[in-house]
Structures are given as C-alpha cells and as structure tokens.
T-cell receptor
Framework: KNQVEQSPQSLIILEGKNCTLQ??????????LRWYKQDTGRGPVSLTI?????NTKSNGRYTATLDADTKQSSLHITASQLSDSASYIC??????????FGAGTQVVVTP | GAVVSQHPSWVICKSGTSVKIECRSL??????MFWYRQFPKQSLMLMAT?????????EQGVEKDKFLINHASLTLSTLTVTSAHPEDSSFYIC?????????????FGPGTRLTVT
C-alpha cells in the first residue's frame, strides 16, 4: 500500500526559531518528492521538488532533504516568521504521475 | 511562475441545485487537470483526472454522474456538482499539469469553498 506519513501532526514554534518536519514514505515506484505549503483556505503552493538522485534542495528559508534509501524526507524552516504559519504537505509522485499526499503538518508560529 | 485560477472562490447554494466550478491555467497549456476535495483538517483527496478532449477518470467512490467534469480546452476544466447536498460542502481544489518540462509539475489553484444549505 502506498503511504506517506508525516510527523509531527502539528507544532508550535516561537518566531525566529528553526523547526524540522518529517516525512516517511512507502510509495513505489517513486518519481519525485514535493513539499507544499498550504495556507488556510488556499490551494497548496510548491516549495521544493526533488528526484531520487537529489539529497537536498533549498528555497529561501526552506530546505528539504531526501534519503531515497531510507525513504525519508525532511523540511527545515530556518528563522521562522509569522507568515510561515500554515500546513506543510509532503507529496510523493508515482512514476506515472499520480500524487500521494501526506496528511500534513500544521505549523503555528507565535510572536 | 505558472498560475492556475479557480472561479468562484466561494459559493453558497441550496440543496438540490447544481454548481459549476471553473479551473483555468493562465500562462501554460495543461493537457491534464486534476480535481481534489479537501475536508477540514484533512489532506487533499483526488476525485478525478481530466484529460483534454477525453472523458475524465474518476477515483473509486466518486460518483461520475454527480461530479461532472469537462475539459474542453488546454486551459480550462470545469467541475459541476449536480443536485448538491449538504454533505457535498467542502473545499474543491484543481491542479493543472504543465505539459512542458521534465518534472511535469502540477500547479494548484486557490480552491473553491462550496457550502450547500
């Protein structure tokens, strides 16, 4: 069964602090892994996309890592800002293009 | 970057009526568009895959006669919720796959909030 599991389910962090979100997957055959940010009441916005040969990719204060051997990915947020409050979704793409979604991690950044 | 728009952004309708939601790729051509539904505090659930010029492919458990999908052009797909009921109230999101590029990236629309009273 293809699954994408994210942890933690939610977290609260102080503005300016760093945090790391985890994603484990059992999806096969794997094409690429994406991280999306979804603000409440909005559609997901792509942060990073990585193929199996890429270990890390950055987008501003967001850095994603991928270990295709252990089937784990992480998203690190550096120097968090209030605008980072959102749901972060890990999405794995199967080789034929279908997306498998994680349940998301709800991040709340407090002043 | 690629932009996908949805219209309307929110709609309230009475039970038994039909509602049409439009999804447009504004600056790229999309041979494939996807329709998702998202309930509160849950992730996106794929409803159907829409290919330009052909019939949509529905996921298991999604009623094709209730959720009518039309993909008439490379930039427009529509989802019509027929005979809507309160349980159809949800957040509907479309995405469009850019047919160019090796990653075949999917770009998501901003979503449409449907409330059926």
């Amino acid at each position: 069964k293809n699954q994408v599991e994210q942890s933690p389910q939610s977290l609260i962090i102080l503005e300016g602090k760093n945090c790391t979100l985890q994603c484990n997957y059992t999806v096969s055959p794997f094409s690429n892994l994406r991280w999306y940010k979804q603000d409440t009441g909005r559609g997901p916005v792509s942060l990073t996309i990585m193929t199996f040969s890429e270990n890390t990719k950055s987008n501003g204060r967001y850095t994603a890592t991928l270990d295709a051997d252990t089937k784990q990915s992480s998203l690190h947020i550096t120097a968090s800002q209030l605008s980072d409050s959102a749901s972060y979704i890990c999405v794995v793409s199967l080789s034929w293009g279908k997306l498998q979604f994680g349940a998301g991690t709800q991040v709340v950044v407090t002043p | 970057g690629a932009v996908v728009s949805q219209h309307p952004s929110w709609v309230i309708c009475k039970s038994g009526t039909s509602v049409k939601i439009e999804c447009r790729s504004l600056d790229f051509q999309a041979t494939t568009m996807f329709w998702y539904r998202q309930f509160p505090k849950q992730s996106l659930m794929l409803m159907a895959t829409s290919n330009e010029g052909s019939k949509a492919t529905y996921e298991q458990g999604v009623e094709k006669d209730k959720f009518l999908i039309n993909h008439a052009s490379l930039t427009l797909s529509t989802l019509t919720v027929t005979s809507a009921h309160p349980e159809d109230s949800s957040f509907y999101i479309c995405s469009a796959r850019d047919r160019s590029g090796s990653m075949k990236e999917q770009y998501f629309g901003p979503g449409t909030r449907l409330t059926v009273t």
